[in-house]
């Protein structure tokens, strides 16, 4: 199934290019807020199929492009985002895992607006990414058990601020990684059933139609059972709680003022958004090379030097 969030945060299933309303089926839920709700379907979901598995058979609905989707995770309770995470292509040794927390309120949908905010960054990078939505409350998960905890999969992108916050690389830094509308999350929640095989998705992102991102979940470093055991060491997970899966960094590139951006993968779903900079701030078009060599060769150091490779802070009009 495919969960959405629609206009007010109506919840409801995604069939083709359907929406259909579940919110008879899940009027005796708590609805404090919308992610109480989205909590309260994750966790009654065994009950509640049978009656969401009815509504889907009869596709009464309206056509998604008459509706405004939301992020299908409205506020999740945590973000923990893996740092890298994929070999770059190459036949490397795994690096061991690293995670850092990124804000809720970065949290917006498919359609919205990225804002690049005032502060000095040398340059906003795109990582497009799979998410992996939690299913139930865990903590110190073994790794033979990791996935009866996940509940399904999301498109995520994660918007970054390089050289933002005291660390050099401005890899894992919160507040790089954590503005307002860093965090675009969709079109849908897609429950783990839908794609039996995780490790092979095609992961693809596009900026004005121009195709940046292109790699396989095939390449992860850490798959998702190792990443959760991981996660859960640190911090209990509960329902609705995102982990991202990290990125590839071949096909990184800069987002600036005016850009559309979009996001797809496989079996999982495709989403774009808006991107908008009150400065107007420019960068070199096209994929951050040294950056992407930096990844690839292990060699660390400052990222985010643009896509020349020349260190060159970016161009004001």
Same mark, same amino acid.
């Given at each position: 199934m495919r969960f959405v969030m629609y206009n007010d945060f109506q919840p409801g299933l /995604?069939?083709?290019?359907?929406?259909? &309303? +579940?919110s008879p089926i899940v009027r005796d839920l708590p609805r404090y807020t919308p992610h109480v709700l989205l909590q309260g379907i994750i966790t009654n979901f065994d009950r509640l199929r049978p009656r969401l598995e009815e509504l889907q058979r009869s596709g009464k609905g309206v056509p998604v492009a008459s509706v405004r989707l939301r992020s299908p995770l409205p506020r $999740? !309770?945590?973000?923990?985002?893996? +740092? !890298?995470?994929?070999?770059? #292509?190459?036949? @490397?040794? $795994?690096? =061991?895992?690293?995670?850092? /927390?990124?804000s809720p309120e970065a949290v917006v949908g498919a359609g919205d607006t990225v804002r690049l905010p005032a502060y000095s960054a040398t340059i906003f990078h795109h990582e497009a990414e799979l998410g992996v939505v939690i299913g139930r409350q865990a903590k110190d998960?073994?790794?033979?058990?990791?996935?009866?905890a996940v509940f399904g999969y999301t498109c995520f992108i994660d918007v970054s601020a390089r050289g933002v916050g005291r660390t050099t690389q401005g890899a894992g830094s919160f507040i790089g990684k954590s503005y &307002?509308?860093?965090a675009p999350i969709g079109p849908a929640l897609v429950t783990k059933d839908e794609i039996p095989d995780p490790y092979s998705l095609g992961v693809r992102f596009w900026?004005?139609?121009?195709?940046?991102? &292109?790699?396989s979940t095939a390449d992860?470093?850490?798959?998702? =059972? *190792?990443?959760? *055991?991981?996660?859960?060491?640190?911090?209990?997970?509960? =329902? #609705?709680?995102? +982990?991202?899966? !990290?990125?590839?960094?071949? %096909? /990184? #590139?800069?987002l600036q003022d005016g850009d559309e951006a979009a996001i797809e993968? *496989? @079996?999982? #779903?495709?989403?774009s958004v808006k991107v908008a900079d009150p400065l107007k701030r420019t960068w070199t078009r096209g994929v951050d090379l040294e950056t992407a060599r930096r990844?690839?060769? %292990? *060699?660390? %150091? =400052?990222? !985010? @030097?643009g896509p020349t490779g020349t260190g060159d802070a970016p161009r004001n009009p």
């Open positions: /995604l069939v083709k290019d359907t929406v259909l &309303d +579940i $999740p !309770g945590k973000m923990m985002c893996c +740092i !890298g995470n994929y070999k770059e #292509g190459t036949q @490397r040794e $795994p690096r =061991p895992i690293d995670m850092f /927390l990124k998960l073994r790794q033979a058990e990791a996935m009866d &307002d509308t860093f900026v004005n139609g121009e195709l940046r991102q &292109d790699y992860m470093e850490h798959r998702i =059972p *190792e990443v959760l *055991e991981f996660a859960s060491s640190v911090s209990t997970l509960f =329902p #609705g709680d995102l +982990i991202a899966c !990290g990125t590839n960094h071949q %096909g /990184l #590139g800069a993968i *496989e @079996r999982v #779903g495709r989403m990844l690839r060769t %292990g *060699e660390g %150091g =400052p990222m !985010g @030097r």
